[in-house]
T-cell receptor
């Protein structure tokens, strides 16, 4: 069974600093997608960044970037120049193929940004 | 209204009640999802509807009954729930293009359900 593990239940970072959130996953598939979703205290989950497994180049979105290590099945999220609005739960997710696309989520990491 | 909306935002019900959760997406998507979010557990996929057809039932108890009358609306009918069913229920939608593309899912704000 595919699983996603986020080993850091909570993390904190100072405003303007950089923080890295960890994620590992387990799959026997070669073709898949990985995501980081953010869920602020208001609860609406939004996509932060997406990575195609067949691409070696790490995805970046402004201050957000990933370190994708396919052989190690690792997919960490780096947030640079952290802002107060980055405080949220961050979920790593893996997309399964077959029928409809399905997301398998990790338990999440709660990020606190200290002013 | 924009994005994905869910009503009600909060619901308290007894174990013998019957209630329904509603989800509406205003994005023109053709796939809709129900997830259960419990404390300290990963989000659990419950149901997937694609072009109004149910394509996934993730071993969900029959006390949860989904309905998708069209590609914009999704309901979750609840009856004889248990206290352990208390959770945040999230609806999501995406555009399924018929090939595996890792489509982004757009989430609603959720319904906080408490079963007494």
């Amino acid at each position: 069974a595919q699983t996603v593990t986020q080993s850091q239940p909570e993390m904190s970072v100072q405003e303007a600093e950089t923080v890295t959130l960890s994620c590992t996953y387990d799959t026997s598939e070669s073709d898949y997608y990985l995501f980081w979703y953010k869920q602020p205290p208001s609860r609406q989950m939004i996509l932060v960044i997406r990575q195609e497994a067949y691409k070696q180049q790490n995805a970046t979105e402004n201050r957000f970037s990933v370190n994708f290590q396919k052989a190690a099945k690792s997919f960490s999220l780096k947030i640079s120049d952290s802002q107060l609005g980055d405080a949220a739960m961050y979920f790593c997710a893996y997309s399964l193929q077959g029928g409809s696309e399905k997301l398998v989520f990790g338990k999440g990491t709660k990020l606190t940004v200290n002013p | 209204e924009t994005g994905v909306t869910q009503t009600p935002r909060h619901l308290v019900m007894g174990m013998t009640n019957k209630k329904s959760l509603k989800c509406e997406q205003h994005l023109g998507h053709n796939a809709m999802y129900w997830y259960k979010q419990s404390a300290k557990k990963p989000l659990e996929l419950m149901f997937v509807y694609n072009f109004k057809e149910q394509t996934e039932n993730n071993s969900v108890p029959s006390r949860f009954s989904p309905e998708c009358p069209n590609s914009s609306h999704l309901f979750l009918h609840l009856h004889t729930l248990q206290p352990e069913d208390s959770a945040l229920y999230l609806c999501a939608s995406s555009q399924d293009r018929g090939t595996f593309m890792g489509s982004e899912q757009f989430f609603g704000p959720g319904t906080r359900l408490t079963v007494l």
